[in-house]
């Protein structure tokens, strides 16, 4: 039976968290294969309580799914704890968790280097979440990271920290003017927490082929979005993590043919938090009333997030690198109530017309959004359950991104609840 990944799209916050809670339901494992806490997935449900889920997958208000996190996650032992401690006290089963023994731990000097860093970049710093997700990263490839399964064996753990902090230590002092951090301090603490979650420790890529061989479906859920991957997205101002399809295989142990479905989830306009380019964005009372009529403030910093139209350029870019079979187009109620509506169909980049992705950061920092203007609706949507029901310009307006897009629009979101969703296609 099939994996199927989930991924965002544009630049995040693109509605992955509702989308894996509405396949929750037909599947049996959902698996985070990239990134950390510096993730925000907001699941609403049908009772009407909502949840931010950061490191743990959404799967986990889903009864009956085992949630992993993946080999290709980033793990903060003191956050795992807290969002297992919150979820618990709000009722929810945390039983069904298990963590990759190969995945990477941020460690305390990672999150406070990535505070550093940033503050010393002044103007040309990334906005990053500021948890520790890029330094953790880069050990991660130096080879000089600490992994989950380096809780099970204090004398190697120590050696780890030690040789870590030693280096480290002198950049935080010499060069960032901070405190030195005890390593003794740090593995203690480390140690201890980890015994909290030992039980939890396990060969998850294994587990989840075996899965597979049984005939169980696995459900990938991506965090960020394409234009945030390190590769594909608009770098410097990324993520350090792999969030396109590819990534997913890589970051769960499974084979890339094993993937059968990805479901891209695309917001009907755009958003973005943090630094980089963003050649639809608006700076003007429309990109305001965007945000405040999408609710556009991060779930994990509070930041206010970057709004504007929706850039097909983008949604074309997103199909072709992730192989996107599937969109889940959500907020499309958000745009109710708008006489026109602009959709960026290709760039001006230095007087030419492009139309598809620029090959150069330079010329993504120059492009200009060449819009076409689609006539907007006036009804709320939010009640719509069926295509049908949607007035007619905005099916016209979806009809006319899967066109631009390049793949079929399969689900619509009509508000944050699991109910408020259009199935056109059953994904799993
Ligand atoms: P994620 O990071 O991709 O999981 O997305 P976030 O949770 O950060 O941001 C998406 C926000 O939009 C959340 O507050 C969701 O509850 C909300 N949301 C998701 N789908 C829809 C939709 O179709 N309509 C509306 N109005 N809100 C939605
Ligand atoms: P979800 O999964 C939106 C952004 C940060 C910053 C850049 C690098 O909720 O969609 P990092 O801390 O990862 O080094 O920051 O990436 N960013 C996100 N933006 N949604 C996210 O996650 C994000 N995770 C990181 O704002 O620009
Ligand atoms: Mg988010």
Redesign the pocket.
Known sequence: MPAIVII?AQW???????ATDLLGERVQWVVRYQGGNN????V?LPDGQ?F?LHLIPSGILSPGVTNVIGNGVVVDPGVLLDELAGLEGRGVDTSRLLVSADAHLIMPYHVAIDKVTERYLGKAKIGTTGRGIGPCYQDKVARVGVRVQDLLDEKILRQKVEAALAFKNQVLVKVYNRRALDANQVVDSVLEQGERFRHRIADTRLLLNQALERGETVLLEG?QGTLLDVDHGTYPFVTSSNPTSGGAAIGSGLGPNRITTVLG?LKAYTTRVGSGPFPSELHDEMGERLRKT??EF??TTGRSRRTGWFDSVIARYATRVNGITDYFL?????LSGLERIPVCVAYEVDGERVDEMPMTQTDVHHAKPVYEELPGWWEDISHCRSFDELPANARAYVHRLEELSGARVSAI????GRE?TIVRHQIA
Request: cysteine-free; charged content about 25%.
């Open positions: 965002g995040g916050d693109e509605g992955k968290g509702k993730a925000g997935h907001t609403v909502d931010a965090s989830i999408g609710g991060g779930v959500t907020k499309l109620d958000v979101g009509v508000g944050p408020q």
